[in-house]
């Protein structure tokens, strides 16, 4: 499997950046995506995931009602869509994959990893 993430910037507080993660290399549907962030200093935290469907998305408490995570399984690609982003937001994002299974699986090991993609929130 190999994951490509693209779309980060800079962009202003109160702005917005989608970011995309293209699949390739297994089927697509079978895997759950999630994204992932680091910033500078700290460790890497769970940001939202989606599984076989957009019926199962979850997200962490900071980008709740702010991010949306989606899934185009005719173009094997997931969204992040980003908006009302803060300063804070800042970090070098990473998608991930995994099949999805048991509890709580979105916040749990994920087996594949792509390059991460910089977003910069200036205030």
């Known amino acids: 499997v190999q994951l490509q993430a693209s779309g980060g910037g800079l962009v202003q507080a109160g702005g917005s950046l989608r970011l995309s993660c293209a699949f390739s290399g297994s089927v697509f549907s079978s895997h759950a995506v999630g994204w992932f962030r680091q910033a500078p200093g700290k460790e890497r935290e769970f940001v939202a995931a989606?599984?076989?469907?957009?019926?199962?998305?979850y997200y962490a408490d900071s980008v709740e009602a702010r991010f949306t995570i989606s899934r185009d399984n005719a173009k094997d690609t997931v969204y992040l869509q980003m908006n009302s982003l803060k300063p804070e937001d800042t970090a070098v994002y990473y998608c991930?994959?995994?099949?999805?299974?048991?509890?709580?699986?979105?916040?749990?090991?994920?087996?594949?990893w792509g390059q991460g993609t910089l977003v910069t929130v200036s205030s």
């Open positions: 989606v599984g076989w469907s957009e019926s199962n998305t």
């Open positions: 991930a994959a995994k099949i999805p299974l048991g509890s709580n699986w979105y916040v749990k090991k994920y087996d594949f």
